[in-house]
């Protein structure tokens, strides 16, 4: 990193972690700091955690002390008290951590041009976590206006392994040319050492969660110093703590760390950890980022891990040491899971790494950028488009797209031309663009970020009586009279407005399956493997009997498909009529086609009562049955149907609020006062209905379609599957339920339980379901 830096060149650090990626991101700037002392601003460091600012804060700030330097470090996140704040831009230190959001905000005050023009490095941590995401296209956007301040500034960015480290040094050079950006590998240290959790008995058929293993996961709690145990929701994660508790019977001390928990809360364990007071910690993907902690000498997985990039990242947590191997355990939740842990071992092994899909910059972040820029001071329409294509994700930006969102600042877009609120920016006669008011710049620094907060809804009678809460990106995708399962009933959408789905009682059967949260989608190289697996008997003696059973069974009853092949089963049962696709698409794309194929199921007059998804496969259920799945697997469904369902719900709706408020057309908060979720769904949605009627193709509302396609519904894994679908279906008409359906069909009990009174009574169904597809006649 030092050959680096003296040679001028930007670097990219590539090591796992443990390997002390942190200082040697830093060695050049302590040492230039050394060699030609400043009171300047030196060297900014930008991590995607708050908490990670500050734990480097710590680790950076010993070897400072030690060699008696005088070097000033401090941070700047959201949680810092505002003189601190005013005082770091008159007075900065030598060295400042930060996150994106706030360096931002730093960059829309006029004395950043002087705060920034000796800036001599930045350090970005984790780059990993947000290059392909828009919190990577705002950092993106800020390293071009840093480079515009200070042209000899040196980009450095430190990273877990990548599948693609030249993807993330064209990202992070300046005009794309990654031959400027040297990459600096680390030793990749002893190899893990990762094992599979059998359970006393047979794996289960379906449950996503390994929370039956809860007793032998404490007794490895009980040998080992410190565990991490990782779940992938956060329900998930409080669920296995519950779990724990009950089987540690010599009373160990337990801690539980998500996102949802207060800061207060969050800070408390991490101290906890910190000083050895605990002996595991139940986690979610909050923990999944450069945390510091030596001691934790196992990690446990629950559920599989849906990529193997994920998996290395979550046990590179253990020890922490470069010449140890880590340790870690997977825990299975099904049979299906059993084959995703086997593949994510192999992937780990053979250094197959998940790819990150790199995509370019949005315009809602963009928009929000420019009103940064402009807070700063005025500037000529050429000068900033062509900083604004140093930034890789807008390399490619054209003339009419800029220009379309600098008359969406200027005036809102062609319908909200009469409105004055909407008027951000002015253009003077001699070309120069500048912010029409004062007020819009505080209203801007109030409203950056590009975190929009999920909202909760509740579930209302319409006399007012309360169910409880869904999650609105789930509520987002019901239409009205669609039904689902909620709190032990079956329940008809009325209608959803800013805080409230109203719904009532039906006798109707639900619908739609409503269990988990932010579902992870399983990586497509995994899903690869998985695949590959089914078509390979000789794989097979490598798994446990009762999983090489169910292959043989499925093998000898039905098919077992190609990997190319996608694989549809139809059968009745108990008065229904069941198809099953195997799509392997991971559970976002099949919940968004379990949507669309209900509503042709319906069209084609089958009478459809419903259908579940998981990551593998995608079932339906009818009275009448499916004899030609090809007719509903045309390519048109993703024109005709899942437009009109993207509309019709309120996904469209939804990501339009997220973007509006990126964008900077509606505000979160006005000076002294916070806005709640429901007056920014209540602004946000007045607007969407004006645009959608007078101006369909205005800019914002085509970002959030965008987004509805991207990140709501998985449409690009969808689109890949409907396309290959009719050339490679293999359909096969059986009397009886399948061995490969048992996973996916034992969840429409699930669905139709609260959680956790009635498991026996699953377990029993589950049982007697695998019983009757396992029987070879």
Same mark, same amino acid.
């Given at each position: 990193?030092?050959d680096?830096a003296?040679a001028?060149?930007?670097a990219?650090?590539?090591?796992?972690?443990?390997? /002390?990626?942190?200082?040697?991101?830093?060695?050049?700037?302590?040492?230039?700091?050394?060699?030609?002392?400043?009171?300047?601003?030196?060297?900014?460091?930008?991590?995607?955690?708050?908490?990670?600012?500050?734990d480097?804060?710590?680790?950076l700030?010993?070897?400072?002390?030690?060699?008696?330097?005088?070097? !000033?470090?401090e941070?700047r996140?959201?949680?810092t008290?505002?003189?601190?704040?005013?005082?770091?831009?008159? !007075?900065?230190p030598q060295?400042?951590?930060?996150?994106? #959001?706030?360096l931002?905000?730093?960059?829309?005050?006029?004395?950043?041009?002087?705060?920034?023009a000796?800036?001599?490095?930045?350090?970005?941590?984790?780059?990993?976590?947000?290059?392909?995401?828009?919190?990577?296209?705002?950092?993106?956007?800020?390293?071009?206006?840093?480079?515009?301040?200070?042209?000899a500034?040196?980009?450095?960015?430190?990273?877990?392994?990548?599948?693609?480290?030249?993807?993330?040094?064209?990202?992070l050079?300046p005009?794309?040319?990654?031959?400027?950006?040297?990459?600096?590998?680390g030793?990749?240290?002893?190899?893990?050492?990762?094992s599979?959790?059998?359970?006393?008995?047979?794996i289960?058929?379906?449950?996503?969660?390994?929370?039956?293993?809860?007793?032998q996961?404490?007794?490895?709690?009980?040998?080992?110093?410190?565990?991490?145990?990782?779940?992938?929701?956060?329900? &998930?994660?409080?669920?296995?703590?519950? =779990?724990?508790?009950?089987?540690?019977?010599?009373?160990?001390?337990?801690g539980i760390?998500h996102?949802?928990?207060?800061?207060e809360?969050?800070?408390?364990?991490?101290?906890?950890?910190?000083?050895?007071?605990l002996?595991?910690l139940?986690?979610?993907?909050?923990?999944?980022?450069?945390?510091?902690?030596?001691?934790?000498?196992?990690?446990?997985?629950?559920?599989?891990?849906?990529?193997?990039?994920?998996?290395?990242?979550?046990?590179?947590?253990?020890n922490?040491?470069? =010449?140890?191997?880590?340790e870690?355990?997977l825990v299975? /939740?099904?049979r299906?899971?059993?084959?995703?842990?086997?593949?994510?071992l192999?992937?780990?092994d053979?250094g197959e790494?998940d790819?990150?899909?790199?995509?370019?910059?949005?315009?809602?972040?963009l928009?929000?950028?420019?009103?940064?820029?402009?807070?700063?001071g005025?500037?000529?329409?050429?000068?900033?488009?062509?900083?604004?294509?140093t930034?890789?994700?807008?390399?490619?930006?054209?003339?009419?797209v800029?220009?379309?969102?600098?008359?969406?600042?200027?005036s809102?877009?062609?319908?909200?031309?009469a409105?004055?609120?909407?008027?951000?920016?002015?253009?003077?006669?001699?070309? +120069? +663009?500048?912010?029409?008011?004062?007020?819009?710049i505080s209203?801007?620094?109030?409203?950056?970020g590009?975190i929009?907060?999920?909202?909760?809804?509740?579930?209302r009678?319409?006399?007012?009586?309360?169910?409880?809460?869904?999650? #609105?990106?789930?509520?987002?995708?019901?239409?009205?009279?669609?039904?689902?399962f909620f709190?032990g009933?079956?329940?008809?959408?009325?209608?959803?407005?800013?805080?409230d789905?109203?719904?009532?009682?039906?006798?109707?059967?639900?619908?739609?399956?409503?269990?988990?949260?932010?579902?992870?989608?399983?990586?497509?190289?995994?899903?690869?493997?998985?695949?590959?697996?089914?078509?390979? $008997?000789? #794989?097979?003696r490598?798994?446990?009997?009762?999983?090489? %059973?169910?292959?043989e069974?499925?093998?000898?009853r039905?098919? &077992?498909?190609?990997?190319?092949?996608?694989?549809?089963?139809?059968?009745?049962r108990?008065?229904?009529?069941?198809?099953?696709a195997?799509?392997?698409?991971g +559970?976002?794309?099949?919940q968004?086609?379990?949507?669309?194929?209900?509503?042709?199921?319906?069209?084609?007059?089958?009478?459809?009562?419903?259908?579940?998804?998981?990551?593998?496969?995608?079932?339906?259920?009818?009275?009448?049955?499916?004899?030609?799945p090809?007719?509903?697997?045309?390519?048109d469904?993703?024109?005709?149907?899942?437009?009109?369902w993207v509309?019709?719900?309120?996904?469209?709706?939804?990501?339009?609020r997220?973007v509006?408020?990126?964008?900077?057309?509606?505000?979160?908060?006005?000076?002294?006062?916070?806005?709640t979720?429901?007056?920014?769904t209540?602004?946000?949605?007045?607007?969407?209905?004006?645009?959608?009627r007078?101006?369909? =193709?205005h800019?914002l509302?085509?970002?959030?379609w965008?987004?509805?396609r991207a990140?709501?519904?998985?449409?690009?894994?969808?689109?890949?599957?409907?396309e290959?679908a009719?050339?490679?279906?293999v359909?096969?008409?059986l =009397?009886?339920v399948?061995?490969?359906?048992? $996973?996916?069909?034992?969840?429409i009990g699930r %669905?139709r339980?609260?959680?956790?009174?009635a498991?026996?009574?699953?377990?029993?169904?589950?049982?007697?379901?695998?019983?009757e597809?396992?029987?070879v006649?």
């Open positions: 990193m030092l680096a003296r001028g060149k930007h990219l650090l590539v090591a796992p972690t443990g390997a /002390g990626k942190t200082l040697a991101g830093f060695m050049a700037s302590l040492t230039e700091l050394i060699e030609t002392p400043t009171e300047r601003l030196h060297t900014l460091y930008v991590s995607p955690l708050k908490a990670l600012a500050v480097v804060q710590r680790n700030i010993g070897p400072i002390e030690e060699m008696a330097l005088d070097i !000033r470090v941070t996140t959201g949680d008290p505002s003189d601190r704040k005013a005082r770091q831009r008159s !007075r900065p060295i400042l951590l930060t996150t994106p #959001e706030s931002s905000l730093l960059l829309s005050y006029p004395d950043s041009i002087g705060l920034f000796g800036l001599r490095t930045i350090v970005i941590d984790e780059v990993h976590a947000f290059a392909t995401s828009k919190r990577g296209d705002l950092l993106a956007l800020c390293l071009s206006r840093l480079q515009a301040l200070s042209p500034l040196r980009r450095v960015a430190l990273s877990a392994t990548v599948a693609d480290a030249d993807a993330y040094r064209g990202w050079s005009d794309g040319d990654i031959d400027s950006v040297a990459l600096v590998e030793d990749p240290g002893a190899e893990a050492n990762i599979i959790l059998l359970p006393e008995g047979r289960p058929w379906s449950g996503h969660s390994g929370r039956y293993a809860a007793k996961v404490m007794a490895e709690i009980e040998t080992h110093r410190t565990t991490l145990v990782f779940c992938n929701t956060r329900s &998930l994660a409080e669920l296995i703590f519950q =779990d724990l508790w009950k089987e540690n019977p010599l009373g160990l001390p337990i760390h996102g949802s928990l207060s800061r809360a969050r800070r408390k364990v991490e101290q906890a950890m910190a000083d050895g007071r002996r595991a139940v986690a979610t993907a909050s923990l999944d980022l450069g945390v510091d902690w030596g001691d934790v000498d196992l990690v446990i997985q629950m559920g599989a891990p849906k990529g193997s990039s994920r998996l290395l990242q979550r046990i590179g947590r253990a922490h040491r470069l =010449d140890e191997p880590s870690a355990v299975p /939740g099904n299906f899971e059993y084959l995703e842990a086997r593949a994510a192999d992937a780990v053979a790494l790819p990150d899909l790199f995509r370019p910059g949005a315009l809602d972040v928009a929000q950028h420019i009103m940064a820029v402009a807070c700063a005025p500037f000529r329409e050429a000068d900033l488009l062509a900083e604004l294509r930034a890789a994700p807008y390399a490619a930006l054209p003339d009419d800029f220009a379309r969102v600098l008359s969406f600042i200027e809102g877009g062609y319908s909200l031309k409105y004055d609120r909407f008027k951000r920016l002015t253009r003077d006669a001699d070309g +120069w +663009w500048r912010v029409s008011h004062p007020r819009f209203q801007h620094r109030l409203n950056a590009i929009v907060e999920a909202t909760m809804l509740n579930v009678f319409r006399n007012g009586r309360r169910l409880g809460t869904v999650e #609105e990106a789930f509520a987002a995708t019901l239409r009205n009279g669609d039904t689902f709190a009933l079956s329940l008809e959408v009325e209608k959803m407005d800013t805080e789905l109203i719904v009532r009682a039906t006798s109707k059967p639900a619908r739609i399956p409503t269990y988990g949260g932010a579902r992870l989608p399983l990586s497509t190289s995994l899903a690869d493997r998985v695949r590959a697996f089914l078509h390979e $008997p000789e #794989e097979w490598r798994f446990p009997a009762d999983v090489r %059973e169910w292959l069974a499925q093998q000898a039905s098919v &077992l498909p190609a990997p190319g092949q996608l694989l549809i089963e139809t059968f009745p108990e008065g229904r009529h069941y198809m099953v195997y799509s392997f698409e +559970w976002n794309a099949h968004s086609l379990g949507m669309l194929l209900t509503r042709r199921l319906e069209t084609q007059g089958l009478m459809p009562v419903g259908f579940v998804a998981n990551d593998y496969a995608l079932a339906t259920f009818s009275l009448k049955p499916v004899t030609d090809a007719t509903l697997f045309s390519p469904i993703l024109e005709d149907e899942f437009v009109d509309q019709a719900s309120h996904l469209l709706k939804r990501a339009f997220e509006a408020v990126i964008g900077g057309l509606v505000e979160r908060q006005h000076p002294g006062k916070r806005k979720g429901k007056q920014v209540f602004s946000t949605d007045l607007i969407y209905d004006v645009l959608r007078y101006e369909p =193709d800019l509302l085509r970002a959030a965008e987004d509805a990140r709501m519904t998985d449409v690009g894994r969808l689109g890949s599957l409907i290959r009719v050339g490679t279906m359909h096969v008409t =009397d009886r399948s061995p490969l359906a048992v $996973p996916v069909l034992t969840l %669905e339980v609260t959680h956790g009174m498991d026996d009574a699953l377990l029993i169904e589950a049982e007697s379901l695998a019983a597809a396992m029987r006649d």
